[in-house]
């Protein structure tokens, strides 16, 4: 059988009457990423790209809610809940179908990428939409779990990060070492967060990278932000879930929490769709224009570099359609000099 629970079984918090729930989650590729390197002034054979947008619905959520319906069936739940500004719910709902479960999404009205509603829709999530940003439905989503006795699959639900840390066992298995340094991109920060207990338990240190939008980054600041603003949605977020874990993950690996705009995520988002061949949301760029920036410093650290990219492309069409594509137009009988 496949999927991360099947494949991590000794590591995770499953016993033999866990009913698993899966949808063949990880074993994601690695793939080499030379001509990022080389724009970032790097050797042939130091960056890769860790691709969880191959993931059953486009994005890493998906290591997570294995583990967090698989678990929430085993304790006889009768539905899961959760807020999202979009792959959590797209996740969620998928795994609650799988398992024959009702799924409820608190999502902040006008702020979740076009695919991912779409995800929810089609999985049949009854879908609360809230006025207000991603910590108002959180603190909705919680309330209503707590009413209901639902089982509330945010990454506050411990198994999230348990299913999540299994990323870093394969990219140590897939490189044959740990990495010299790992960037992702930081919303709530649950992801870096599970990273990191990962390559602990592993009993590795590869140093932490974690990049924010610039209008959306309370770790960098060192406060909450009350009014997060960045094109990438799965990392609009003010005040993250996981902070403490962020912090722990960043000091503990000798690693940084850094900034990047959207002007700078976009570039990034193109250049590795054009030059690479992969097509990630806005957020999963995050870390290659951390890269970018860090490199315009002199500061990029030495060795194998991972980026994790999170997301699918296709999960927000809009943010690609902002970029006029140049059409040549073919009458029906003409030709196409090119
Ligand atoms: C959820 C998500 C993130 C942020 O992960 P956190 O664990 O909240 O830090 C980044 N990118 C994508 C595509 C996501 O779906």
């Not at 994601?28 to 619905?57: H, M, W, Y």
């Not at 209901?148 to 298995?173: C, D, M, Y």
């Not at 790992?182 to 992801?191: D, E, K, T």
Request: glycine residues 12%; positive net charge.
């Amino acid at each position: 059988m496949s999927g991360i629970i099947a494949r991590w079984k000794s590591r995770l918090p499953v016993g033999p009457r866990t009913p698993i729930v899966t949808l063949g989650e990880g074993a994601t590729p690695l793939i080499r990423a030379d001509r990022l390197a080389a724009r970032a002034g790097l050797k042939s054979g130091q960056v890769f790209l860790k691709l969880e947008g191959c993931n059953p619905t486009g994005s890493f959520k998906d290591r997570g809610m294995t583990l967090a319906v698989s678990k929430a069936l085993e304790e006889g739940a009768r539905g899961v809940l959760c807020a999202s500004t979009g792959n959590t719910s797209a996740s969620a709902a998928a795994y609650a179908a799988r398992a024959g479960l009702r799924c409820v999404v608190f999502l902040p009205k006008g702020k979740v990428a076009a695919g991912k509603l779409a995800q929810a829709v089609m999985h049949g999530a009854e879908i609360a939409e809230v006025k207000g940003n991603f910590d108002r439905a959180l603190a909705l989503a919680v309330e209503a779990a707590r009413a209901k006795g639902w089982a509330l699959v945010n990454s506050s639900n411990p198994h999230r990060l348990e299913g999540q840390k299994t990323a870093a066992f394969e990219i140590v298995e897939q490189l044959g070492r740990a990495p010299a340094a790992q960037f992702m991109p930081v919303g709530n920060a649950g992801n870096i967060t599970a990273y990191w207990r990962g390559y602990r338990e592993l009993g590795v240190r590869p140093r932490m990278f974690g990049w924010q939008a610039a209008g959306a980054a309370p770790l960098v600041r060192g406060r909450p932000v009350d009014d997060p603003k960045t094109l990438a949605t799965a990392i609009r977020i003010g005040r993250p879930v996981s902070w403490e874990g962020a912090v722990a993950a960043r000091d503990e690996s000798g690693g940084a929490i850094g900034a990047v705009g959207d002007a700078q995520i976009v570039a990034a988002q193109r250049l590795l769709a054009r030059e690479e061949g992969v097509f990630c949301e806005p957020a999963s760029a995050a870390p290659a224009a951390g890269l970018l920036k860090l490199a315009r410093g002199g500061r990029v650290p030495e060795g194998p570099i991972v980026l994790v990219l999170t997301g699918h492309g296709l999960k927000d069409p809009d943010a690609a359609s902002r970029q006029r594509p140049r059409l040549r137009r073919v009458p029906a009988r003409g030709g196409l000099r090119l």
